[in-house]
């Protein structure tokens, strides 16, 4: 992996037009925006405004009603099924509750990508697996099954089996969502220390505002009564210059901005 | 009316009009939700036996103490001066009390969000109503099936993804583990069997016949049918509770996202291991359902043994035998689709799990009913 964490405009994720629907109710309509290579890029808005659909919808597991997306000028929307299998190994994504697999230990959970998109013999997958969970802070706790560890511990794991294949986009849901603090910022560092080593691009859905300021670099805003998106880009830029009031109120949570534009 | 108030009494109010054509509503005592207060249909009537009135005002000089019930009160009537178009003057409220009021009635229903409390629907409507769900859910099943299909095909190449160990663990907990359950089941039914044969055919001297009629009944139909009911309250619950609760926790998108077809991995392992052990189950509550017809047969009816025994060789055919477990193992596949496409369906709460639960085994005992009675259809038509 060479050192290439800001090539900046080398376009990973593009969606366009993209449409949110659920049968006639639209969620979101017209979203255009691009994620460049090594991006930290951070989906916000307020609570119910479909910052999560988006991420499904940017993984595949619900279809756009109109619109598409595209990994590295590859058409995601259109690919036929196996194109989009092979596509979604290179993505790692950590769930809102870590989503393990309950009848799997932590290490099996790990395991299980490596087992079955990789030829290596066990031994040296539960090798592997033992790193990850080491990566994340989870040494000696292999063993465990998700039920035994707290929350946090969890959404590590959660992490752990995410990057197993050492993916070239990383998706969070929510990642501080019910963490106290310092395990938030722990997970925040995580993060950006994830994109350092691994080189991947991260894209996390969070209303969080210091981790918004702490890893993000560009971002996108969805607004629920206009329901479209109404900025983008690097969010500290968005709190002190975004023309629209309602994104820096956001931002300084709810806060009076003097730097009005 | 000073003197009826003196000592500390359950809430009540008064209205009082004043010449310029407004109303004072006094709240008095100690309006308090664990003791009762008055409700706002009531102060609608007092209001209503007067001439109408443009302004409102409060006195609270006698209000004791107060909760969310005067509250309540409170903002029922302010909406309802607000659609009168009578002026409000809170200032007679205390501080506290005038606060709480503001905020309730400060933000607007949202337009359309109110869903109401059921409002019923005319009888057309609603079977109107539950067609178009029915209309809507036949190609979601369909599709179910069409992918448990492709899944099958898979594994039939040898390309289907799924974890030999969990195949293990279904196996056992749809084989082994139910072992117990259908021997009392399929016992208790064989006896029935011979008692219900037995009060018939005594009367002719036939008892000996009991033996071909357990025999035949357990190892064509009732075998089978017992098995597959067992399964679906059992295995077909614990497949949609299971198949439930990972779609909760997410775990089904994590599968599909990291590239594992969920239907190879979760689905076929249960549909082969129940497709396997019910014909298992089955054959084992044939010999289990004629055991309990031979302790009739012997016990009450005083057929020797051997010749139970002899009779019931004779009487249950290899056709028939084979015709109960083909049976069971159709069974099987019904009852693993239909728990694994309402664990599936599963909405994402907890009380939707139990749900799933619910409508699983219901679709499992039908679709296992139905199906009998097609295979008697067809099996008489062959004539076999």
């Known amino acids: 992996m060479t050192e290439e964490s800001h090539p900046a405009s080398r376009p990973h994720i593009t969606v366009r037009n993209l449409t949110m629907a659920f049968g006639s109710f639209v ?26 659909t988006l991420l499904r919808h940017l993984v595949g597991l619900i ?27 290179r993505f790692g994504i950590l769930y809102q509750s870590g989503a393990l697999f309950s009848s799997l230990t932590l290490i099996e959970n790990v395991s299980l990508p490596l087992g079955e998109f990789t030829r290596l013999p066990s031994s040296q997958i539960r090798e592997i697996a033992a790193l990850k969970l080491a990566l994340v802070g ?3 706790f292999e063993d465990y099954y998700p039920n035994q560890i707290s929350g946090g511990m969890q959404k590590r794991a959660g992490l752990a089996r995410a990057m197993a294949l050492d993916p070239e986009i990383l998706f969070f849901d929510e990642p501080s969502a019910g963490l106290d603090p310092i395990s938030s910022r722990l997970l925040d560092d995580l993060i950006l220390e994830l994109r350092e080593s691994l080189g991947a691009t991260v894209v996390v859905v969070t209303h969080e505002l210091q981790s918004i300021f702490t890893i993000g670099n560009n971002s996108v805003f969805l607004d629920t009564e206009t329901r479209t998106m109404i900025a983008q880009g690097d969010p500290k830029q968005l709190r002190d210059h975004c023309p629209d009031p309602k994104v820096r109120r956001f931002l300084t949570r709810g806060s009076e901005q003097p730097i009005a534009a | 009316m000073l003197q009826d108030r003196a000592q500390s009494e359950s809430g009540s109010f008064a209205t009082r009009r004043t010449p310029e054509g407004g109303v004072i509503i006094e709240l008095s005592g100690r309006w308090l939700l664990e003791e009762g207060a008055p409700t706002f249909a009531s102060l609608e009537r007092a209001l209503k036996t007067g001439p109408s009135f443009a302004q409102v005002s409060y006195d609270t000089a006698h209000l004791e103490q107060w909760d969310s019930s005067v509250v309540s009160f409170l ?49 057309l409507a609603r079977i109107g109503t539950s067609a178009r769900a029915l209309g809507k859910s036949i190609p979601e099943s369909l599709a179910f099936v069409g992918r448990c299909a492709i899944a099958s095909v898979k594994l039939l190449a040898g390309k289907a993804r799924y974890r030999t160990e969990d195949l293990m663990i279904v196996i056992q907990q749809c084989g082994a583990d139910a072992a117990g359950i259908v021997t009392l089941i399929s016992f208790l039914v064989g006896a029935i069997l011979a008692f219900m044969g037995a009060v018939q055919l005594s009367q002719f001297g036939a008892s000996i016949y009991v033996a071909d009629l357990v025999g035949i009944g357990m190892a064509r139909e009732m075998g089978a049918m017992m098995t597959a009911i067992i399964m679906s309250g059992r295995t077909g619950a614990a497949f949609a509770a299971q198949l439930g609760s990972m779609k909760v926790s997410q775990e089904i998108d994590a599968l599909t996202t990291m590239g594992i077809s969920p239907f190879e991995f979760l689905v076929l392992p249960r549909m082969i291991a129940l497709i396997l052990m019910m014909p298992l189950l089955c054959a084992f509550s044939d010999v289990v359902g004629m055991l309990g017809g031979a302790a009739v047969g012997v016990g009450m009816l005083d057929v020797p043994f051997g010749s139970y025994y002899r009779e019931t060789i004779h009487a249950v055919s290899l056709t028939n035998f084979m015709l109960g477990l083909g049976k069971s ?23 939707a799990v139990g749900d799933a639960a619910t409508g699983a085994v219901v679709a499992g005992i039908v679709m296992v009913v139905v199906a009998c009675g097609i295979f008697a259809v067809i099996a008489n038509v062959v004539g076999i």
């Open chain 1, 63 to 89: 279809e756009p009603a109109k619109g598409e997306i595209l990994y590295d000028g590859f058409n995601f929307t259109k690919a036929e099924p196996e194109e989009r299998e092979r596509l979604l190994r």
């Open chain 2, 329 to 351: 193992a159709v069974y099987g596949l019904l009852i693993a689709v239909a728990g694994c496409f309402y664990g599936f369906k599963c909405g994402s709460s907890s009380s």
């Open chain 1, 138 to 140: 989870l040494k000696g």
């Open chain 2, 75 to 123: 903002v029922q009537a302010s909406e309802a001066f607000k659609l009168s178009k009578a002026a409000e003057d809170r200032s007679g409220l205390p501080a506290g009390l005038r606060r709480l009021v503001e905020l309730a009635v400060a933000v607007p229903e949202r337009s359309g969000a109110a869903q109401g409390p059921g409002t019923r629907e005319a009888l």
């Open chain 1, 27 to 52: 969620l979101m309509r017209d979203l255009n925006f691009v994620v460049s290579h090594g991006d930290v890029f951070i989906i916000m808005g307020g609570s119910g405004c479909g910052k999560s």
